[in-house]
C-alpha cells in the first residue's frame, strides 16, 4: 500500500537517524527518564507539536475532539540499562548504541508520525493519543503505561505499543511476577565464628533448588534469578544476601502457583536464627485478546500493506497494562536490531522505514477523519 495520501511525506533516513542518535544519547534509565522527557518534549514542540508532560510523566500528545472514544499508541522511553550516556555509531547501515532498538524505534516512529499528522492539518472523528511513557523496564513495572491507562480508563477502547521487532504482533501479554528473596543471618568472624550460617551459602543453596523446579512448557513458564548481593568482606560470614528473581507465565494461576514454591524454597532454608524474606516488586498483568479482534486485523493488514508477513506472538509489553484493565491491547514492533538490553545493542537503520511506513498505514486504518 502506498503512503497514505493525507499525510505528508515522511522525512529522509538520514534524518530519520540524526533525531534518534540525539534521543538515544541522553540516558534514560527507569525512575530517571526526566532529560529524555524534556528533550523530547522539547523537540515536538519545536515542529509545532503540542505535547503535555502527566502526571506520571509521560510525554502526551492528544490528537482530536475533546471527547469521544479514544486510541493510544505508545513507545517507552526509558532503557533496560543505565549505562550513562551513549555515543551512537553508524556502521554498516546500523546504529549502535544502548536502548538504539529498544525503545529507540518505537520512539523514533511515534515522534515522527505525531509529527506528520500534526503537519497535516487533517482531524479525526474520535481522539488519538501518541504517548511516550516512562517505566516500562526492568523495575519500572509499566508505570508509565499504567498511570495514562488509569487516568484515561473511561474514553480508552484500544491501545498499541510501538515495540519490539518489525512485523512481530504481540496480542498475548505474558504476565509475570518479580521478586526480592534473601536471607539474614547473625554473620560473624570467617575463623572463629566458623559453623554460623552464611546468608551467601544459603541463598546458593536456594538458588541452586530454583533451577530444579519443574516448570511446563505448555503453558509456557520461566523463572531467571537476574541479581545477586550480599556480604560485606571476604573474611566475614555473609549477615545478608538477597537475589531478584524474575518469574513469567502465559497461565495467571501457574504463575501464582510457581511463585508459591520459590516462596517455600526459602522459607524451607530457614531455620532459626536465620530469617528470610520475599517480597513481590513488580506485578504485569497477563491478558490477551483473539487473533479476529479489529486492532489484531488492522495491524496485520497494515503490515501486508507494506509487503510484511505479520507474526502472532506472546511477549510482556506496555500493553500488558491496558489488558490488565479490560482494554484491548496489543504491542507491533517497528524496527529491526540486536543484542538488546546490552551496551552494545544495534538497529537496522533502514527499518526505521518500514517501521514508519507500517505505523502510518495502521493509523490510517484505525481512524476515521473528518
Same mark, same amino acid.
Given at each position: 500500500?502506498?503512503?497514505? /495520501? ?28 526526566? *532529560? ?52 551512537? *555509531? ?94 539474614? /543471618?547473625?554473620?560473624?568472624? $570467617? ?6 550460617? $552464611?546468608?551467601?551459602?544459603?541463598? @546458593? ?20 534469578? @537476574? ?56 506485578? *504485569?498483568?497477563?491478558? $490477551? ?27 510482556? /509489553? ?28 544495534? #538497529? ?17 486504518? #484505525?481512524? *476515521?477523519?473528518?
Amino acid at each position: 500500500m502506498a503512503w497514505p /495520501t493525507w499525510l505528508p511525506s515522511p522525512p529522509p533516513l538520514p534524518d530519520l537517524i540524526a533525531d534518534l542518535s540525539a534521543l538515544i544519547a541522553i540516558p534514560a534509565p527507569p525512575f530517571h527518564e526526566e *532529560r529524555r522527557v524534556a528533550a523530547l518534549r522539547d523537540w515536538l514542540a519545536a515542529k509545532g507539536v503540542p505535547a503535555e508532560i502527566d502526571q506520571t510523566g509521560n510525554v502526551v500528545v492528544r490528537w482530536g475532539p475533546p471527547s469521544g472514544k479514544a486510541k493510544a499508541f505508545l513507545a517507552h522511553i526509558d532503557t533496560a540499562l543505565d549505562v550513562g550516556a551513549v555515543t551512537p *555509531r553508524e556502521e554498516d547501515g546500523r546504529l549502535f548504541g544502548h536502548g538504539s532498538a529498544d525503545n529507540g524505534s518505537g520512539l523514533s516512529v511515534l515522534s515522527q508520525l505525531a509529527v506528520l499528522v500534526w503537519q497535516s492539518r487533517s482531524q479525526p472523528r474520535q481522539p488519538f493519543y501518541f504517548v511516550f511513557n516512562v517505566g516500562e523496564e526492568g523495575l519500572g513495572d509499566l508505570r508509565g503505561a499504567r498511570g495514562f491507562v488509569a487516568d484515561h480508563l473511561q474514553e480508552l477502547d484500544a491501545v498499541i505499543a510501538l515495540d519490539g521487532r518489525l512485523g512481530d504482533i504481540v496480542h498475548q501479554g505474558i504476565g509475570s511476577r518479580r521478586l526480592e528473596a534473601g536471607f539474614e /543471618t547473625l554473620g560473624g568472624h $570467617s575463623w572463629s565464628d566458623f559453623g554460623n550460617p $552464611s546468608a551467601i551459602h544459603l541463598l @546458593g543453596q536456594a538458588i541452586a533448588r530454583l533451577g530444579d523446579l519443574a516448570l511446563p512448557q505448555v503453558p509456557r513458564t520461566t523463572l531467571n534469578v @537476574g541479581v545477586v548481593e550480599g556480604g560485606s568482606a571476604v573474611n566475614a560470614i555473609a549477615r545478608e544476601a538477597h537475589c531478584l528473581i524474575d518469574l513469567r507465565s502465559e497461565d495467571t494461576r501457574e504463575l501464582h502457583r510457581l511463585e508459591r514454591d520459590v516462596r517455600a524454597v526459602f522459607q524451607d532454608l530457614a531455620h532459626m536464627p536465620v530469617r528470610f524474606h520475599c517480597q513481590c516488586i513488580g506485578d *504485569r498483568p497477563a491478558g $490477551s485478546i483473539d487473533r479476529d479482534h479489529p486492532i489484531v486485523t488492522a495491524a496485520a493488514a497494515a503490515l501486508a500493506a507494506v509487503g510484511l508477513t505479520p507474526m502472532y506472538t506472546a511477549g510482556s /509489553t506496555d500493553a500488558n497494562a491496558a489488558l490488565g484493565q479490560g482494554v484491548p491491547g496489543i504491542c507491533c514492533g517497528v524496527g529491526r536490531g540486536g543484542l538488546a538490553h546490552t551496551p552494545d545493542e544495534w #538497529l537496522d537503520e533502514a527499518s526505521l522505514q518500514d517501521g514508519l511506513h507500517f505505523a502510518a498505514v495502521l493509523l490510517d486504518r #484505525l481512524t *476515521r477523519r473528518a
